[in-house]
């Protein structure tokens, strides 16, 4: 077994000989909304689930497995958790209703300073895991299970801008995920609080074919200033009962992972292991040693090309759809005709986007001018 983790992380759960089922709904306490996508689970058991898109859920667990001490918790970006002990749900009763009061609305910090700040772009993360190992859910893993990694940085202030990550296989139709990003501390190796303050998840549909993912995080201006975790967390898998997502991972000096099998259940680390995960992040910081150099900044420009082409869809140009290069945090929108113009280097992730439109996304190979034909998101 300890050798199976220096190559492969492993998410798998055997399945479940139900004897319980609790179903029912998810709804916002003030306007009655059903709430999607919200954690459900008996805390540290392997027990969980996750509401679907009209709030509801179906919880199923065998009687021997839990206890009248065990306490079943309900959580959801944006919301104050509730926790039940066991003991106090009727057990005539399988059909509940969870109504989530909404949380306080935080104040964003300000940060004053009388130093001038320097935005440095810098990637982070694992980018080169390819063909050192494998990180995957397998067979009847549970809604809500996650694998994460920690991503180590230098200490100051960053804001994160995008996350990467390829993929090796996917045998569903879909798969449904969620990004959660959660604190560090020097006194915990484990995961701590989720660093998303916006209230809004950051969900990701995963399509059959979809090699290389760019997942946008800027909407959630979500900041650090230290060590963080990363984590995928699994909301739903269409098309096929099978789980078996797999992405690049593997053995890495002093790296750790983590993984949890359902909603609410304990974390267990993986030491020396990290999935392949990388984010492009904005530094903040007043030591200008931290800046390129000029002539690395030269280097760089050197190696840019000036591109242009077309955006389409069935033959039609598309105005203001947006070209961005996630590895330079930039992005452009195209004008009238469909035309837009960018620089672009070997090596960088692009996507080209439009509302109501599947978003492409492709590592720059050669650099040279792009036509890009966009599909209809059906």
Do not use: C
Not at 186 to 209: D, V
């Amino acid at each position: 077994m300890r050798l199976l983790l220096y190559t492969a992380l492993l998410l798998v759960v055997l399945p479940l000989q139900a004897q319980l089922a609790y179903s029912g709904s998810v709804v916002d306490a003030v306007t009655g909304d059903p709430l999607p996508f919200v954690n459900i689970g008996i805390v540290d058991r392997a027990i969980g689930t996750v509401s679907d898109e009209e709030g509801s859920f179906l919880l199923e667990f065998r009687r021997e497995k839990v206890g009248p001490a065990d306490v079943l918790r309900i959580s959801s970006l944006g919301y104050e958790a509730t926790e039940i002990p066991l003991s106090r749900l009727e057990q005539s009763t399988k059909h509940f209703t969870f109504r989530l009061e909404p949380s306080p609305i935080g104040l964003d910090e300000v940060i004053v300073s009388t130093s001038e700040l320097f935005e440095v772009e810098e990637e982070v993360g694992y980018p080169n895991m390819m063909g050192r190992g494998i990180g995957y859910w397998k067979d009847s893993v549970a809604l809500g299970g996650e694998l994460g990694s920690r991503i180590r940085v230098d200490n100051g202030l960053r804001r994160l801008n995008a996350l990467f990550f390829q993929v090796l296989d996917n045998p569903s139709d879909s798969v449904q995920l969620r990004v959660n990003i959660y604190e560090t501390d020097i006194k915990s190796t484990y995961p701590g609080r989720n660093a998303n303050n916006s209230g809004r998840s950051i969900l990701h549909t995963l399509r059959k074919g979809e090699s290389l993912v760019a997942i946008d995080l800027s909407f959630a201006e979500i900041w650090v200033r230290n060590d963080f975790i990363i984590s995928l967390e699994l909301l739903g898998v269409y098309g096929t009962e099978r789980v078996g997502l797999s992405l690049p991972a593997g053995p890495y000096t002093g790296g750790d992972s983590f993984r949890r099998y359902a909603s609410q259940s304990r974390w267990e680390r993986l030491k020396e292991s990290v999935m392949g995960f990388s984010v492009q992040t904005t530094l903040y910081t007043d030591n200008p040693r931290r800046v390129p150099k000029a002539r690395i900044v030269r280097k760089r420009e050197k190696n840019e090309t000036e591109i242009s082409g077309y955006v389409f869809h069935a033959g039609n140009p598309l105005k203001e759809a947006t070209i961005r290069n996630y590895t330079r945090n930039e992005s452009v929108q195209t004008d009238k005709w469909g035309r837009y113009t960018t620089r672009i280097s070997k090596g960088d992730i692009l996507s080209v986007s439009y509302p109501g439109m599947l978003e492409l996304v492709l590592e720059v190979e050669d650099p040279r001018n792009f036509n890009f034909q966009l599909q209809r998101n059906r």
